[in-house]
Every structure is written in structure tokens, then in C-alpha cells.
């Protein structure tokens, strides 16, 4: 062999020596460079594992399942509150809860953990809610299935995934304004198969499912390896490496979807949030709720869901007077609120206390309008203008006594953003005692503790039905003083619209209409603004 042709080999040998070198050094590229503007396919069913299929090799990979609340939104039991407890499935291994006895509302968490094998990719699960009774239990709806066969239509059956941590089946995300779950990620309500005025056992649960990870961020192994090229031994919680205002978690919750594809019969991966592209979380709002993405991720820790509506409540109540004057909203009151929306899926949550808010007023005999100005600065805004929380939350106001009405909307300061709600707890407490007869009758119980809950509620859901936009200019039927008792002249008239906004039902209803009872009713809830409290009236 020539002296050129040995050197043209070993010149041959060092290039291709430089170039492995070269493509070994290449760091795994985050998913923002496989994406465009609005979504990308991500080919990773097809993506070769390093680790020989181990799903993640810094940890012994289990599936939590973890149930938070229950709440009945139908009748369970005719004679008493439910008992309840749940089953949950995990790759066919059966877990049971603790009954939770006669009680309409759970709101102690449970949890189950199951280890799962690390090269498989996808996770069984199957969630059911019972209904403990003598000798035969009743499986109680949280599906939004139509089959005819109770065990085919109540639970709920869904897949995990190891490499992303989502799930898909009976309960889902998809931004997609073509499929939406519309009871959100993460809770399911068995009302949505229409079955809201039939007794169908229809109840919401509100659950999570996730994996163990080395560094305790909550993004998989597979995720911050194959798409988000971070270290998995690094927690990323808090980062924001796009600086768009919202945290890398927040987007990979939120950010991610499953999409079958019909034509290849194949899961595929979506994003439409990457932690490393910058979004204008500040105006995006893709469930039209009123909160965008930024103050969707400053409630999260409350349970908001950036694809289903959530209405946030501050409720301030004023201590008791020397004398025993006055009382606080009852407990069931807030639950019944909670129920009327939920039914129609749109979270109502109550600050009483447990977000920031929630402050005893010291107690005043009677509170001016003046003085109701004053406590919105003081105990809502903590006299700050800037305070984030307005235009995110509504306030109620629960005082005494107002020289004014027992009950009415307000705005606060000079941004005359009606926002805000005040009851009076004197003349609310004293229906119970007016016409015992008939409120028995009406309220089917002599029970004065659930007349004053019903009270309340209905009385809260309406002053909340005005900041949502629903008035006398725009529903004939809502405010007429003329409609409050039989014997005034559209007591009658008013009869079809069946709507806590109607002052014939305004105490005996916790409800807005659906305009389905012919002439004279009026669709409330077609009618609502969510984002009305946020707009200044001139």
C-alpha cells in the first residue's frame, strides 16, 4: 500500500472518529424544538428507551390513586344521607375504602398505592362509588356513559400512562373545543349524561392519579428525559424557564393530551403548553371562565381547572354581638351552593377562611353603605388596590344589620365592578319563625336549621346571579317586588320560572332556572356571565 493511500486512511479514520464524538455530545433536546405554535405530535410510543424498556430506572416504579371529595348530587338513600365508600382497581387488584357513614359529603382523602411494573407502559384503573346499605349496596353514578346497564355506566374505567403521567377513558384532557370533558380533569360527575333532574344516584368525586419519581417534581422520568431534556434528578418545581408567569408543572399538568388517531389506530402525543416556548398566559382563558392561565395557576392550589369553568367566592362574615345578635352562614348552606353548580359543571369554591380570606368582622349594630365600602378595602382587598384576588374572586359580605335591604349587590371603590354581595343575617334568621305552618309545608320540614340553610342559599345564589349578569333588564321575571307573595298581582305569573332570581322562590330555591317550562320562564343558565364581575359597569 502507498505512503498517500495511508494517510488518506488514517485522515478517513479521524473524521469519522470527530464526527461520533460529536453526535454523542448532542444533549437531548427539549420538546421545544419539536414543536410549532399551536401543537405538535410527539412520535414517543416510537422512541427508543435507553434502559431496555425500564419505564424509569432511578425508582421502583407505583400507581397512587388518591380520592379527595365526594359529594352527592342526587338522592341516595330516600330515608338518610349516604354511606359511602369507594372500590378502585389498579391492574386488577381490588382496594376498598373505610365507609364513610351517613353523610352526603366526604372531604377526608383516601389513598391507595399499587407497585407496577416497569416496562409496561400503560396502567389499568377502575374507580367505583358505593353506597353501603343492609344487604344489598348501590353502585352510585360518577360516569358520563349512557348505557343502560348500571355497572356498565356508573364508573369509571381509565388508562395510565407511566411515560407522561396522564391518564385517558371515562375521564380525560383535551382543550379541544370539539370533545371537552366537561367536568374537568380529575373529577367526574355523573350528572353529565343528563340525567340532572332524574334519580340516577348521579354524584362527583374528585380524585388524581400519579407515580413515584426520583425527585419528587411529579413529571415522569420518561417526560423530563425523552421530552423535556431536564434532569430527572433535579427538582423542577417552581422553575420557569420560558418566563411566561406560570411554573413548568403547571404547564406539563395542563399542557398535555392524549389524541386517537383514527386513520392509523394510534394514541398520539399533544402539547399544546411547552415549558420552554413562551405562551401569553395572561390572556389565554380557553375555558372562558374569567380567570386566565396566570390566575388559573395562582388557584390551583384550590382545584381550578383551566378547561372547566370554576367560580371563586370570598365569604367574610361578622362575629356575633354582645347580646347573641346575629349568626353565621351554616355549613350545609355552602354545600347546597356548591351542589347547584356543580350539577351543571362549574366549581363553586367558598374562602371562608382556607385561601386567604375569611376574617371575622367585629360585630356593628348597623352597617351604612359607607362602612360596607370600608370592609370591602379593608377585609377583601387588605387595602390594596392591586390586590390580585380582584377580578379572580366575588366577595360576600355577611353583616347584621344594612340599613339598605337585607340582601344586595355592590361595587367596590371607585372601579364600579359589581363584584360584590352583602346579606343580612337579622332578617334572614327571622323567616324561619315567620309562618310556621306554611314553611313547613313549603320546606316539606319543621326542621328551622335547614329552612335557615335553604334561606341562606338561596339568597346567596342570588345576589351571586347578579355579578353573572342576570337582571330585571334582561329577565322580566328576576326582581319583581310584585311576585313575593300570593296575594300580589304576579305571584301567578311568574309561577313557570322556577329560579332562586324569581322573589317567589328566592328562599325556597337553591337553583336557576332552565328555561324549559314554556311561557314565562327564562333560561338562567344559558344566561350567566362568568366573566361579568371583572367588567365595569360605566
Not at 216 to 228: A, H, K, L, R, S
Not at 399 to 421: M, N, Q, R, T
Not at 466 to 475: D, E, R, V
Not at 508 to 529: C, M, P, T
Amino acid at each position: 500500500m502507498s505512503t498517500l493511500n495511508t494517510k488518506k486512511i488514517t485522515c478517513l479514520i479521524i473524521l469519522i472518529s470527530l464526527l461520533v464524538t460529536s453526535v454523542a455530545s448532542i444533549p437531548a433536546q427539549p420538546i421545544k424544538e419539536q414543536k410549532n405554535n399551536a401543537s405538535s405530535t410527539l412520535a414517543s410510543d416510537n422512541k427508543i428507551n435507553a434502559y431496555e424498556g425500564d419505564l424509569d430506572p432511578l425508582v421502583d416504579l407505583a400507581v397512587t390513586v388518591n380520592i379527595t371529595h365526594i359529594r352527592a348530587l342526587d338522592t341516595i338513600d330516600p330515608l338518610s344521607d349516604p354511606d359511602f365508600y369507594v372500590k378502585v382497581y389498579i391492574n386488577g387488584n381490588e382496594f376498598t375504602s373505610p365507609i364513610w357513614h351517613n353523610t352526603k359529603y366526604v372531604d377526608q382523602y383516601w389513598t391507595v398505592t399499587q407497585d407496577v411494573p416497569d416496562n409496561i407502559e400503560n396502567v389499568d384503573i377502575k374507580i367505583q362509588l358505593w353506597d353501603w346499605n343492609p344487604g344489598r349496596d348501590k353502585l352510585c353514578d360518577i360516569s358520563n356513559n349512557y348505557q343502560t346497564t348500571p355497572t356498565e355506566n356508573h364508573d369509571l374505567e381509565l388508562v395510565y400512562n407511566l411515560k407522561t403521567g396522564h391518564w385517558r377513558g371515562d375521564d380525560y384532557l383535551n382543550p379541544s373545543s370539539s370533545s371537552p370533558d366537561p367536568s374537568g380533569y380529575g373529577r367526574a360527575n355523573g350528572c353529565d349524561d343528563n340525567s340532572i333532574y332524574s334519580k340516577d344516584r348521579d354524584c362527583e368525586i374528585w380524585f388524581d392519579i400519579y407515580q413515584n419519581d426520583y425527585d419528587d417534581d411529579g413529571i415522569p422520568y420518561w417526560t423530563e428525559v425523552n421530552m423535556f431534556g431536564t434532569n430527572p434528578e433535579i427538582d423542577d418545581t417552581g422553575s420557569d424557564p420560558d418566563h411566561d408567569g406560570v411554573p413548568t408543572e403547571w404547564e406539563y399538568k395542563w399542557g398535555y393530551y392524549q389524541h386517537y388517531n383514527f386513520i392509523n389506530h394510534t394514541w398520539e402525543n399533544k402539547w399544546i403548553y411547552d415549558p420552554f416556548i413562551w405562551d401569553d398566559h395572561a390572556n389565554l382563558d380557553p375555558d372562558n371562565d374569567g380567570l386566565d392561565n396566570i390566575e388559573e395557576y395562582l388557584t390551583s392550589q384550590w382545584g381550578s381547572d383551566p378547561f372547566r369553568k370554576d367560580i371563586f367566592l370570598e365569604l367574610d362574615q361578622m362575629e356575633k354581638g354582645p347580646n347573641g345578635e346575629g349568626s353565621t352562614v351554616p355549613e350545609l348552606s355552602k354545600n347546597m351552593l356548591k351542589d347547584a353548580f356543580s350539577k351543571h359543571n362549574i366549581v363553586f369554591h367558598i374562602d371562608d377562611g382556607c385561601m386567604g380570606g375569611g376574617e371575622m368582622i367585629p360585630f356593628d349594630e348597623n352597617t351604612t353603605d359607607e362602612e360596607i365600602q370600608q370592609l370591602y378595602m379593608h377585609y377583601f382587598l387588605h387595602n390594596d388596590t392591586n390586590n390580585w384576588r380582584q377580578g379572580v374572586f366575588h366577595y360576600g359580605l355577611i353583616i347584621y344589620h344594612s340599613a339598605k335591604y337585607p340582601g344586595f349587590v355592590f361595587w367596590g371603590g371607585d372601579d364600579h365592578i359589581l363584584d360584590s354581595f352583602q346579606i343580612s343575617t337579622k332578617t334572614h334568621d327571622a323567616i324561619p319563625w315567620k309562618f310556621p305552618i306554611v314553611n313547613g309545608l313549603i320546606y316539606k320540614t319543621y326542621n328551622r336549621e335547614y329552612q335557615r340553610a335553604v334561606i341562606y342559599a338561596g339568597a346567596m345564589m342570588h345576589e351571586t346571579g347578579h355579578t353573572l349578569g342576570i337582571f330585571a333588564s334582561n329577565t322580566p321575571g328576576c326582581d319583581d317586588p310584585n311576585s313575593k307573595f300570593p296575594w300580589q298581582i304576579n305571584w301567578w305569573k311568574w309561577r313557570p320560572y322556577k329560579s332562586c332570581m324569581n322573589y317567589r322562590y328566592v328562599y325556597q330555591l337553591v337553583d336557576y332556572s332552565d328555561g324549559s317550562r314554556g311561557k314565562n320562564d327564562f333560561n338562567d343558565w344559558a344566561r350567566i356571565d362568568l366573566t361579568f364581575f371583572q367588567r365595569p359597569l360605566w
